[in-house]
Nanobody, 127 residues
Framework: QLQLVESGGGLVQPGGSLRLSCAASGFTLYSYSIGWFRQAPGKEREGVSC????????NYSDSVKGRFTISRDNAKNTVYLQMNSLKPEDTAVYYCAADLTPICASTWYWLYEYDYWGQGTQVTVSS
């Protein structure tokens, strides 16, 4: 069974923080680059961040740069997304996705790049 499971979502006030986790089962994330995406109601799924399988090279969308940090722990087969200074516009379902390409592509934010997707975790930023 190949599966990605996101966790850590929830309700947080503006300015607050959340840490999302993406855990893999049935395969190892070691050789994959991992992307985080989000989808708000009525909107297209958009790329948030990507981390390479080697060296931990990262990419971020302009909307989250400086606020979000992606990291990985290959020993735990898990990728994280630390989200700080959250804004209401960050409200969305957050998905992680695995790409067999070991290094984040220049087009890492394209959905078709990814082979496996999790079911998502809800993040709601509201006072």
């Amino acid at each position: 069974q190949l599966q990605l499971v996101e966790s850590g979502g929830g309700l947080v006030q503006p300015g607050g923080s959340l840490r999302l986790s993406c855990a893999a089962s049935g395969f190892t994330l070691y050789s994959y680059s991992i992307g985080w995406f989000r989808q708000a109601p009525g909107k297209e799924r958009e790329g948030v961040s990507c981390i390479s399988s080697s060296k931990g090279s990262t990419n971020y969308s302009d909307s989250v740069k400086g606020r979000f940090t992606i990291s990985r722990d290959n020993a735990k087969n898990t990728v994280y997304l630390q989200m700080n200074s959250l804004k209401p516009e960050d409200t969305a379902v957050y998905y992680c996705a695995a790409d067999l390409t070991p290094i984040c592509a220049s087009t890492w934010y394209w959905l078709y790049e990814y082979d496996y997707w999790g079911q998502g975790t809800q993040v709601t930023v509201s006072s």
